[in-house]
């Protein structure tokens, strides 16, 4: 178990999960016609799975530049979760 959070393969596994979690939740909202909008949704989503990134590629000893560009890259994500979020 150790070995899964010292290289980082656990953040594979939550990776695939935000990555399933996305159409899982588009076909939700379409059959009850509630929910957050696709636009919200995938920009949160985006935002989490770069901060996912940035964790793997600390664990796995990528170099430093990996992890800001996740970073930011995360942050231009939560920013548009905002945007849509605010103006829905």
């Known amino acids: 178990m150790t070995m899964l959070f ?11 999960l ?4 996305g159409p899982a939740l588009l ?3 379409r059959a ?7 636009s919200a949704l995938l920009a ?4 989490g799975g770069f901060l996912l990134a940035a964790l793997r590629f600390g664990l ?4 430093d530049a990996w992890i800001g560009l996740c970073l930011a890259l ?3 994500a ?3 979760d905002l945007r849509a979020r605010w103006f829905a």
């Open 44 to 47: 949160n989503l985006a935002a």
């Open 27 to 29: 076909l939700l909202r």
């Open 6 to 16: 010292a290289n980082g393969r656990v953040i594979d596994f939550i990776l695939a």
């Open 74 to 76: 995360a942050l231009v």
């Open 60 to 63: 796995s000893g990528a170099g």
């Open 78 to 80: 939560h920013l548009a």
């Open 18 to 21: 935000v990555v399933a979690e």
């Open 32 to 38: 009850t016609g509630r929910g957050v909008g696709p």
